[in-house]
């Protein structure tokens, strides 16, 4: 059997500034192909994280390796693309001459530029100095940029924001093919209603420490938290035909909390009743990393 090496390992890792621990003994890995969200608050570790992940710092403790080289490699530089929280251009310089000026310092072929600019929709604004683009024009301008070379890992750091919804969906219908063509992708990002669904798996930060790691769905397995089946009863549906728990919400409508093992049974037992209507809400991405910080204060 062929062994699947990581694109992205850190293993214990730690970074101390004087007397702050930025990050406590984290490890975690990324697969080749894999879209990764890494979340928390403001100061859980991200940032410093994304930095040792780009050579920018070294770990206190611990090992980050990347692309089978040391984060800190010329090489290992070459094939990573980043897109910083604040991205911050020559004003002076047109879009067009950004890229190729990016381009150049990458060593990346200049012909990427105009294609470029097609895949993030600039191409009208080509020619306009950066000073005139509006914050969600910067901030593809920014995601261009950190494509050049065509990377296989990308760094992305609050990569939606000013981004209208078209854009957001346009980003991620970009994402997708970047996954498919095998790039590895870290997104770190406060907008956790939009990671659902786009996402392999979920890094949950608080304090420095890595508090859950999983998919969605292990994390609800991990998090227990109940599941929401809600039902609308039909005309001629009867209520007492319901087998559980189930509390009436208005009108015709009832509801009830399920764990993880019990919501199949009991959206049998709905079917089974007279209903014009069923919803299954599972526990979301934001109630989850909610559970996984309150205990990460409670173990404190």
């Keep these: 059997m062929v062994e699947i090496t990581p694109t992205v390992e850190l293993k214990n890792v730690s970074k101390v500034f004087g007397t702050i621990h930025a990050v406590r003994d984290v490890s975690f890995s ?17 940032t410093t994280i994304i930095k040792m992940m780009l050579g920018l710092a070294r770990p206190s403790a611990g090992a980050v390796r990347m692309l089978d080289g040391d984060s800190s490699d010329a090489a290992v530089r070459a094939r990573t693309g980043y897109l910083p929280e604040n991205v911050s251009f020559n004003p002076m310089l047109s879009g067009r001459e950004t890229l190729q000026f990016y381009a150049a310092l990458k060593r990346a072929d200049s012909a990427q530029v105009e294609e470029l600019l097609e895949r ?49 969906r346009d980003f991620y219908h970009l994402l997708e093919e970047l996954r498919q ?28 420490r890595k508090v859950a790691d999983g998919t969605l769905e292990g ?40 764990a993880p093992e019990q919501k199949l049974a ?35």
């Excluded at 992708?185 to 420095?208: N, P």
């Design 30 to 46: 990324l697969d080749k192909g894999e879209i990764v969200a890494l979340v928390g608050h403001n100061g859980a570790g991200k």
């Design 181 to 208: 063509s095998g790039a590895t992708i870290m997104l770190s990002s406060h907008a956790l209603s939009e990671l659902e669904g786009r996402t392999d798996h979920v890094i949950i930060m608080s304090r420095g």
């Design 266 to 300: 009991l959206v049998r037992s709905a079917v089974g009743a007279a209903i014009s209507d069923l919803d299954v809400r599972a526990p979301t991405l934001d109630e989850l990393y909610a559970h996984f910080q309150d205990l990460e204060e409670v173990e404190r």
């Design 120 to 168: 993030v929709g600039l191409v009208k604004a080509a020619r306009q100095r950066v000073r005139t683009y509006s914050k969600g024009m910067r901030q593809r301008l920014g995601l261009a940029q950190a494509l050049l070379g065509k990377p296989k890992l990308l760094l992305l750091d609050e990569p939606t924001t000013g981004l209208d919804p078209a854009s957001r």
């Design 219 to 258: 994390l609800r397995q991990m998090a227990r938290l109940p599941t929401r089946i809600r039902v609308r009863l039909s005309d001629n549906g009867d209520r007492m035909t319901f087998a559980g728990d189930w509390r009436p919400i208005n009108g015709r409508t009832m509801e009830i909390d399920a």
